[in-house]
């Protein structure tokens, strides 16, 4: 049972526009929700997170938006770099940071 | 934030056999886990590894086949025993520090198993 979809495996976006990846989830009781960045042969590195009360929070060009409501979060990257090529992991915990679950992860690829 | 190294970074091993894979991390942190990423998978927690105690095992995962150690709060080890070639993953250690929501992984080993 995957909790945490991500369904686009990948996506191609010409360099300085937005990039929008899409995350959904399964169980109401996640309350907070993070975006992983992991380029090859390194670990996954945190980029941003937000708190199930919020329905939005912005870091520079990355913005995430949460709809409990659809239980669908996504992430905005607002001008897209070539450097922003890698694979996010969209995942969801319960209490804070406990156990984590994570989604399957959508390759953007910036074309510059 | 914190620095983990893990290791090896990769290897390629015989079936039947074992690898430990060490993660050590440069401060103490509250709490470690280690994650497995099979071939176009999402990452899926194997275990917390709690300092002096025994690790605390997800569904799925038993101690027989992924022993834990954390001796103390910088250092872990997993052990991935009797390899089967669909133990060809990547193995992850993370850990969570005080004072930050996020969890920081190290680099992963990618373990072949042939």
């Known amino acids: 049972d995957q909790q945490v979809k991500q369904n686009s495996p990948s996506l191609s976006v010409q360099e300085g526009r937005i990039s929008i990846l899409n995350c959904d989830y399964t169980?109401?009781?996640?309350?907070?929700f993070l975006w992983y960045k992991k380029y090859p042969a390194e670990g996954p590195t945190f980029l941003i997170s937000?708190?199930?009360?919020?329905d939005k929070n912005e870091d520079g060009r990355f913005t995430v938006f949460l709809n409990k409501s659809a239980k669908h979060l996504s992430l905005h990257i607002v001008p897209s770099q070539p450097g922003d090529s890698a694979v996010y992991f969209c995942?969801?915990?319960?209490?804070?940071?406990?156990?984590?679950?994570f989604g399957t992860g959508t390759k953007l690829q910036v074309i510059p | 934030s914190a620095v983990i190294s893990q290791k090896p970074s990769r290897d390629i091993c015989q079936r039947g056999t074992s690898l430990t894979i060490q993660c050590q991390v440069d401060?103490?942190?509250?709490?470690m886990f280690w994650y497995r990423q099979q071939p176009g998978q999402s990452l899926t927690l194997i275990a917390t590894?709690?300092?002096?105690?025994?690790?605390?095992?997800e569904s799925g995962f038993v101690i027989d086949k992924f022993p834990i150690s954390r001796p103390n709060l910088t250092f872990s080890t997993l052990t991935v025993s009797n390899m089967s070639p669909e133990d060809s993953s990547i193995y992850l250690c993370?850990?969570?520090?005080?004072?930050?929501?996020?969890?920081?992984f190290g680099q992963g080993t990618r373990l072949t198993v042939v």
């Open positions: 993370s850990v969570v520090v005080g004072g930050y929501t996020e969890a920081f």
């Open positions: 169980n109401s009781m996640f309350d907070y």
């Open positions: 937000i708190s199930s009360i919020k």
């Open positions: 995942a969801a915990s319960l209490g804070g940071y406990q156990k984590v679950t």
């Open positions: 401060s103490q942190v509250t709490m």
């Open positions: 590894a709690n300092q002096g105690s025994e690790a605390t095992y």
